[in-house]
């Protein structure tokens, strides 16, 4: 149940169920849109421009007014006139009961106007709605609309009635019908409880929010279009072979063309072209073995069938047969056929494993020349040789290599075995070991009719078999140099054959492996 409920959490995870081409979109442009999300939080801009006016209609409030306090009625209303137009401002003066007794729109032209409603463009539209759209979701505080009052009581201005109860400076922000700031200020003048309202149309602040919001706007946008141009390019070129190389290989796996080739792109020079060729060479290896073992299975077929044949025939024929030596000579014919299928058996079970023991083999250290030693002594002690002597020769110091032991002693018996097949009684065996750069080389030679040019290579077959007149038929089983091959290959190494050096008749089989501290830095 656990397991089951791990592999469903694991279904319900986004990642796992969307293809490359959506995540490099969304990997992509997730910064962007982040980074567009910023256009809600030029609010905190605009909040800083709004507090430094704040600061200025103060300051230009409380300057105004003491510049009022002692001056004539004349010059309040000169001054109210001056500053209005230069500051672009509407400045009123109340006296001590509250009344509008001077007002610089009334004075001279007002130095602004308020868009009116339903003359702005589309554009302008569109900004006031993005406006109110960005502080509905920032959740800025409501903003008081702006509307002008029809009395002319101090009153009716809430920010003046609180100038004057407390004797200090107000301000208070009210929103525009055109969605831009009226910032209004309201000062005491003088000690006779006179106040000035002085009311600011801040289209400045809206200007300049809405064009920094513009700009990131087009900037973001501008952005999320080559970004998306560019995932899906990247997409493409990754997505593509991948999918290519996908189908290829399921065709490979179901078989249904055994043709098929694994593109390799030989155009692209990075992890794609890498993986692909990597893939292409693997399947090929994948098919070379695959061949192998369908002619290992023929071949194996082939040389069981031919003992069979002959224990049957022996078997069948005993039933008939009365003569005693003849009989004698059936029963020979089919232990000779029990062993020999014997043989085959060991070596075929051998030869089919051995791959797979070497891949998890842990190689170690080995002295060369000891181990070929040991075997020498070995096989003179059980008369292994027949008679034939054998000469070592080896470097002084050893020679050390990295492998299996009982594997690499497998390689040395059969080479000695094959070397006493082929040598004349009495001939000696020399076995040599020497230093090639950074290899260790064995040789065992022997003095035998030597193998032509054209057959060096058949010898490593398997099942072949070719052998003196003079030993036994079945003896082999055909498969002792091809295994031979095999664990020398796995040690990253290689077995030739060739002539003997001094050029005298006779054969030469060279193993020659890595030494252990190259072979140890390549592992």
């Known amino acids: 149940m656990a397991a089951d409920s791990g592999a469903a959490a694991l279904a319900f995870v986004p990642g796992r169920r969307l293809s490359l081409t959506p995540r490099i979109l969304i990997i992509n442009l997730l910064p962007l849109l982040l980074l567009g999300g910023g256009v809600f939080y030029l609010d905190s801009y605009r909040k800083q421009l709004l507090d430094e006016r704040y600061k200025l209609a103060r300051v230009e409030a409380q300057i105004t007014a003491e510049a009022l306090a002692g001056a004539s009625r004349e010059r309040q209303e000169a001054l109210l006139i001056q500053i209005g137009k230069e500051q672009k401002m509407r400045l009123r003066m109340f006296d001590a009961q509250g009344r509008l007794w001077a007002d610089s729109f009334a004075l001279d032209e007002p130095s602004f106007a308020f868009d009116t409603p339903g003359d702005e463009t589309w554009q302008e539209n569109f900004a006031r709605w993005l406006d109110r759209a960005v502080d509905t979701i920032v959740g800025a505080d409501p903003i008081p609309n702006y509307i002008e009052s029809e009395s002319t009581d101090a009153d009716a201005w809430p920010e003046l009635k609180r100038a004057r109860e407390d004797n200090l400076t107000r301000i208070q922000l009210r929103d525009a019908s055109d969605g831009t700031p009226v910032i209004n200020t309201a000062a005491p003048v003088g000690l006779k409880g006179a106040t000035?309202?002085?009311?600011?149309?801040?289209?400045?602040?809206?200007?300049?929010?809405?064009?920094?919001?513009?700009?990131?706007?087009?900037?973001?946008?501008?952005?999320?279009?080559?970004?998306?141009?560019?995932?899906?390019?990247?997409?493409?070129?990754?997505?593509?072979?991948?999918?290519?190389?996908?189908?290829?290989?399921?065709?490979?796996?179901?078989?249904?063309?055994?043709?098929?080739?694994?593109?390799?792109?030989?155009?692209?020079?990075?992890?794609?072209?890498?993986?692909?060729?990597?893939?292409?060479?693997?399947?090929?290896?994948?098919?070379?073995?695959?061949?192998?073992?369908?002619?290992?299975?023929?071949?194996?077929?082939?040389?069981?069938?031919?003992?069979?044949?002959?224990?049957?025939?022996?078997?069948?024929?005993?039933?008939?047969?009365?003569?005693?030596?003849?009989?004698?000579?059936?029963?020979?014919?089919?232990?000779?056929?029990?062993?020999?299928?014997?043989?085959l058996v060991s070596e075929i079970s051998e030869a089919s494993r051995i791959d797979a023991e070497m891949s998890r083999a842990t190689f170690e250290s080995i002295d060369l020349v000891a181990l070929s030693d040991n075997i020498i002594r070995r096989r003179e002690a059980r008369d292994l040789n027949g008679g034939r002597p054998i000469s070592f020769t080896y470097p002084r110091g050893g020679a050390s290599v990295m492998g299996v032991p009982i594997r690499l002693e497998r390689v040395i018996d059969n080479l000695l075995d094959n070397a006493v097949s082929f040598s004349p009684a009495d001939a000696p065996i020399e076995l040599t070991i020497d230093r090639d750069e950074a290899r260790v080389l064995l040789s065992v030679c022997d003095h035998g009719p030597g193998i032509p040019e054209g057959a060096r290579e058949k010898v490593f077959r398997r099942f072949h078999s070719d052998r003196p007149e003079e030993e036994g038929f079945g003896q082999h089983s055909g498969l002792g140099l091809a295994i031979a091959q095999t664990i020398a290959e796995a040690h990253d190494g290689t077995l030739l054959a060739g002539a003997r050096p001094d050029g005298t008749s006779g054969a030469c089989m060279t193993l020659a492996l890595p030494d252990a501290a190259g072979a140890a830095a390549r592992r």
């Open 196 to 343: 000035l309202l002085t009311t600011r149309n801040a289209v400045d602040i809206t200007l300049e929010v809405r064009e920094a919001r513009g700009t990131l706007i087009s900037a973001v946008l501008l952005a999320l279009l080559m970004s998306t141009l560019l995932s899906l390019y990247m997409a493409r070129t990754i997505v593509t072979p991948l999918r290519l190389l996908a189908n290829a290989t399921t065709r490979v796996r179901q078989g249904r063309d055994r043709q098929v080739e694994v593109p390799r792109l030989p155009a692209r020079h990075d992890e794609i072209g890498q993986l692909a060729r990597a893939i292409s060479d693997m399947t090929a290896t994948l098919r070379q073995r695959i061949d192998a073992v369908e002619h290992f299975a023929a071949d194996v077929a082939h040389e069981i069938k031919n003992p069979l044949a002959s224990l049957r025939s022996a078997v069948e024929s005993l039933a008939r047969v009365e003569d005693p030596d003849l009989r004698r000579q059936l029963n020979d014919i089919a232990a000779h056929d029990v062993r020999r299928i014997d043989r």
